[in-house]
């Protein structure tokens, strides 16, 4: 049975970093793409990055490139998102998936207030 634990999020000033964690299992996590999405209050999921099974190609949605970072350790079966200089408009619930499956975990809240 898939499953997708994330952890990591909290609340944190503007300008702050936090990194998200998606612990893995009951899948071949390295031959599996991974995303992470995020869901605001009021507004559809939206995919932030993802990344390719051996780590070799990521992709960002505009609104967090070369803010956030996309990484897997493929031996402990993870997928982290390193997310800096944090913005009011990234607080969110974030996910994690396997590209092209419906598998989601219970996400991670992140709030970004002062």
């Known amino acids: 049975q898939v499953q997708l634990v994330e952890s990591g999020g909290g609340l944190v000033q503007p300008g702050g970093s936090l990194r998200l964690s998606c612990a893995t299992s009951g899948f071949t996590f390295s031959v599996s793409a991974m995303n992470w999405y995020r869901q605001a209050p009021g507004k559809e999921r939206e995919l932030v990055a993802s990344i390719s099974s051996a780590g070799f190609i990521s992709y960002y949605a505009d609104s967090v490139k070369g803010r956030f970072t996309i990484s897997r350790d493929n031996a402990l079966k993870t997928v982290y998102l390193q997310m800096n200089t944090l913005k009011p408009e990234d607080t969110a619930v974030y996910y994690c998936?396997?590209?092209?499956?419906?598998?989601w975990g219970q996400g991670t809240q992140v709030t970004v207030s002062s």
């Open positions: 998936n396997i590209r092209g499956q419906d598998s």
